[in-house]
T-cell receptor
Framework: SQQGEEDPQALSIQEGENATMNCSYK?????LQWYRQNSGRGLVHLIL?????REKHSGRLRVTLDTSKKSSSLLITASRAADTASYFC?????????FGTGTSLTVIP | GAGVSQSPSNKVTEKGKDVELRCDPI?????LYWYRQSLGQGLEFLIY????????KSGLPSDRFSAERTGGSVSTLTIQRTQQEDSAVYLC?????????????FGQGTRLTVV
């Protein structure tokens, strides 16, 4: 399968804590992207990390990629209630995106 | 438009009827994707258009599903003889580069309910 698998399926934390989500995949990739989905509608792109990169930052987001382990992690620091959403990884092999079932994050105010 | 536009936002149809879902991608985007998301589930890939190349239809679940993209812009996903299991949110996305080289921009989806 080319899709990413997110772990954990659900995560609940207090506001201000950090949230870490993991993604595993099975094939070689060109890049890996993370997306957020609110309320079961359209996804919003968060960050793209290329296969030759190991770490990337964007605001409170930090993404790592370990191609030897075929895994990636998304860290959200100093979480806010507004971060409550589902998060999906999308490993890309040069064609379309294959999404997993996502991690449902709940940030408790 | 500024983003990917999908219509209708919601569609209720009777079992056995045909439906058409429309997607207007961002102007100039050559890649267009259709996904389906059932309640509480992940995104299921349906079909991928890239420029003038033959579309990748490998995700279409049955021959009742078809899609076209006219003039490299607007796309229509057609479901014939709808079944209750077709109920889902249908999401369209577009991107400026082929093969997932850049981010995909998603529309807000069409929620299809088959009764």
């Amino acid at each position: 399968s080319q899709q990413g698998e997110e772990d954990p399926q659900a995560l609940s934390i207090q506001e201000g804590e950090n949230a870490t989500m993991n993604c595993s995949y099975k094939t070689s990739i060109n890049n890996l992207q993370w997306y957020r989905q609110n309320s079961g509608r359209g996804l919003v792109h968060l960050i793209l990390i290329r296969s030759n990169e190991r770490e990337k930052h964007s605001g409170r987001l930090r993404v790592t990629l370990d191609t030897s382990k075929k895994s990636s992690s998304l860290l959200i620091t100093a979480s806010r209630a507004a971060d409550t959403a589902s998060y999906f990884c999308a490993p890309n092999t040069g064609n379309q995106f294959y999404f997993g079932t996502g991690t449902s994050l709940t940030v408790i105010p | 438009g500024a983003g990917v536009s999908q219509s209708p936002s919601n569609k209720v149809t009777e079992k056995g009827k045909d439906v058409e879902l429309r997607c207007d991608p961002i102007s100039g985007h050559t890649a267009l994707y259709w996904y389906r998301q059932s309640l509480g589930q992940g995104l299921e890939f349906l079909i991928y258009f890239q420029g003038n190349s033959a579309p990748d239809k490998s995700g279409l679940p049955s021959d009742r599903f078809s899609a076209e993209r006219t003039g490299g812009s607007v796309s229509t996903l057609t479901i014939q003889r709808t079944q209750q299991e077709d109920s889902a949110v249908y999401l369209c996305a577009s991107s400026s580069a082929a093969g997932g080289g850049t981010e995909a921009f998603f529309g807000q989806g069409t929620r299809l309910t088959v009764v």
